[in-house]
Structure formats: C-alpha cells, structure tokens
C-alpha cells in the first residue's frame, strides 16, 4: 500500500542553524513526491517537487529536498533557519494515473530565537 | 492570478446538524479534491473531480457526505447529519491535469468545530 512517514513530530532549531526534516515513502512505481508548507490558518504551499532527473531538487524559500530511492527517502533540507519558517511541514507522494495525494503525518517546525 | 476559495472559512455547528462548504477552484483547473484534515494530521483525499465526474470517492463516508461539483467549476461538500468525529479542516484543491505530475493548489480550508 502506498504510504509516507514523516518520522519526527516536532522539531526545534536555533535561527540560522540548518535543518533536515525527513520524510519516507513506499510506493510500488516511479513516485511524484512533494513537500508543502502550512502556517497558522493558511492553506498548503507547495515548497519542491520531485518527478524524474536530478535527486537533487531545489525549491521556493532556499529549501531543498534530495531523493534516493534506495533509501525510500526524500528530506528537506535548508541550510540556514529563519523564524519565518516556522511552520508546519508535509510530505507527500502523488498517484501516478489519478493525481491524488498521499500526505505523510506532518512534522511541526519550531525556530528558537 | 486568483488562488483556490473557500467559504466559509470557521463553521461551528452542533451534532446531527447539516453543514455546506464551498470552494471556488483556480480558473481553468479540471480536477477539484477534497481534503479532509484531522488535527495532528495530515489531509486525506475524500473525493476528486475531473471537470463534474468523480474520479475518487472511496475514501467517503457516503452516509453523511455529499459532494457535487456543477457545470465543472465550482463545488460543495455537505455533512448531513455531522458527528463529533467530523471537527476537521477541510481543504480544497484544484489542478490542471488529474495526473500524479499535476500540481494542486490548496485554498485556505474550512475549520469546522462540532459540539
């Protein structure tokens, strides 16, 4: 069955430390992946995507989120924190043939001063 | 350009009562979702539109919701009767495509609280 995990609820970094939120699949073919974003009352933006190519991939607000399918992974990464990334964090896995998202539990980002 | 709208945005209503939510998607989007979003988790698809056909209901209690989408464009999801368990946000979404490369975007949900 298709699934994501994001292994860590909450997490806490200092500003300007660098971050990695992890996130692992289990999908039978090829995945689209993505992280999107939510803060407070808002709806979900989309950060990065991941269809083919470069594991590498480098999305919106300086994040970037490597693949590697021998580890199922795909974590999000960015080199320097700032408060206004706080926020809460999902990832997700997109069926090929319908487009529906499979979203992971979400992991909780909170930035200390 | 215009993002995904949703009305209303807070709902509070008691148990066994009915409650609406509205959702207006990006112009030009054939594929409208449903997301339900428990506190604590993450969204779950109920059901997927391409234009005003149902790709996806499985994940839909169908005894008490409902949903249409006419003419392909704008769409509503109802609760009837609502119970305690169904205090969520509710998301919509819309995309070009229906396909696993289509982006989604998401309007801001719809809180609802059932006392």
């Known amino acids: 069955a298709q699934s994501v995990t994001q292994p860590d609820i909450h997490i806490t970094v200092s500003e300007g430390a660098s971050l990695e939120l992890r996130c692992n699949y289990s999908?039978?073919?090829?995945?689209?992946l993505f992280w999107y974003v939510q803060s407070p009352g808002q709806g979900l933006q989309l950060l990065l995507k991941?269809?083919?190519?470069?594991?590498l991939v480098q999305g919106i607000k300086g994040f970037e989120a490597e693949f590697k399918r021998s580890q199922s992974s795909f974590n999000l990464r960015k080199p320097s924190v700032h408060w206004s990334d706080a926020a809460e964090y999902f990832c997700?896995?997109?069926?090929?043939?319908?487009?529906?998202?499979?979203f992971g539990q979400g992991t909780t980002l909170q930035v200390k001063p | 350009e215009a993002g995904v709208a949703q009305s209303p945005r807070y709902k509070i209503i008691e148990k066994r009562q009915s409650v609406a939510f509205w959702c207006n998607p990006i112009?030009?989007?054939?594929?409208l979702y449903w997301y339900q979003q428990i506190l604590g988790q993450g969204p779950k698809l109920l059901i997927q539109?391409?234009?005003?056909?149902?790709?996806?209901d499985s994940q839909l209690p169908k005894d008490r919701f409902s949903a249409e989408r006419l003419k392909g464009v704008d769409s509503t999801l109802k609760i009837q009767p609502a119970k305690l368990e169904d205090s969520a946000v509710y998301l919509c979404?819309?995309?070009?495509?229906?396909?696993?490369?289509?982006?989604?975007?998401f309007g801001p949900g719809t809180r609802l609280t059932v006392l």
């Open positions: 997700a896995v997109g069926v090929s043939n319908t487009g529906k998202l499979i």
């Open positions: 999908y039978g073919a090829t995945p689209y």
């Open positions: 539109f391409q234009n005003n056909g149902v790709v996806d």
């Open positions: 112009s030009g989007h054939a594929t």
């Open positions: 991941y269809f083919s190519g470069d594991t």
């Open positions: 979404a819309s995309s070009l495509g229906g396909q696993g490369t289509d982006t989604q975007y």
